[in-house]
């Protein structure tokens, strides 16, 4: 079988993507990342759909600087808003969220009552609505945008105790637990971070979906079908890209990875794309 040394593309608008890399490197020890997060730019889910598609054709163009494999659009709102665009404009597997996440939330309601969190645009544009429906047409999904989730992480506020992101969680989800879903799907995916917190309001019967560590599943099995794995059982190595200073991203980028990050980190003039 052929072997693909190529490495594996991912981009998010921040720090969030690092999720999916993180269950990535878990998943395919073995394959090299190179990863761009485009923190100048953080948050994209407020912006116009002509925005969000400016600004992922910029990350993808950076990307594609580099000879890759594949790429995994590790961003909700990116996702449900030009997935089909760069699926269609570039001849490398161009994977997202959506699908993988809404597959998780369909096999795993019990009831048929499932909750959406996300940016505001991923919300509106009902991209996961429609995916999860396809799978399963009885679903009611009660979807609620909560746009300060990404900058409160984004600036470490993440942590079970801190008052700040509790109270913004509590009010958030509220309504979710009013309409009493027994699955969560954390559409974003900065919001893995806000695990702790989010499943504390919600209580221990409602189960929660990492969109970043479903799609790196997803990730994985596509690329083993295809037969494009590198064929190494580990040894894979992570390159790091932001559009922002790069002081800030290795320590907030650590908490994202479950690991130090020593590697250096590359800073990237994204308007040049």
Do not use: W
């Amino acid at each position: 079988m052929a072997l693909d040394t190529r490495p594996i593309g991912v981009f998010d608008s921040g720090l969030g993507g690092l999720t999916a890399v993180r269950a990535l490197c878990r998943l395919l020890p073995g394959e090299d990342v190179v990863y761009f997060g485009d923190t100048g730019r953080v948050p994209y889910g407020s912006r116009s759909r002509e925005t969000i598609v400016k600004y992922a054709r910029q990350d993808v163009a950076f990307l594609r600087t580099f000879d890759l494999k594949a790429i995994v659009i590790a961003c909700g709102t990116v996702s449900t808003t030009a997935l089909d665009v760069l699926a269609a404009e570039n001849p490398i597997p161009v994977l997202g969220v959506v699908g993988p996440a809404a597959r998780a939330a369909a096999r795993l309601t019990r009831s048929g009552r499932i909750g959406l969190i996300g940016t505001q645009t991923s919300v509106r544009s009902g991209a996961y609505e429609r995916a999860i429906h396809a799978l399963n047409p009885a679903a009611q999904v009660t979807a609620q945008p909560c746009p300060l989730f990404v900058p409160l992480v984004e600036s470490g506020r993440f942590r079970p105790g801190d008052i700040v992101i509790e109270t913004v969680a509590a009010e958030y989800l509220e309504p979710l637990r009013a309409a009493g879903v027994d699955t969560l799907v954390l559409g974003c995916t900065h919001y893995p971070l806000l695990e702790e917190v989010i499943a504390a309001c919600m209580g221990p019967e409602v189960r929660l979906v990492n969109t970043g560590a479903e799609a790196a599943l997803a990730a994985a099995d596509y690329l083993r079908a295809h037969g494009a794995l590198s064929g190494r059982a580990e040894g894979g190595s992570c390159r790091f890209f932001v559009s922002d200073r790069q002081e800030d991203f290795a320590c907030l980028a650590s908490t994202f990875l479950g690991r130090d990050v020593t590697e250096a980190v590359g800073q990237v003039d994204i308007g040049q794309y």
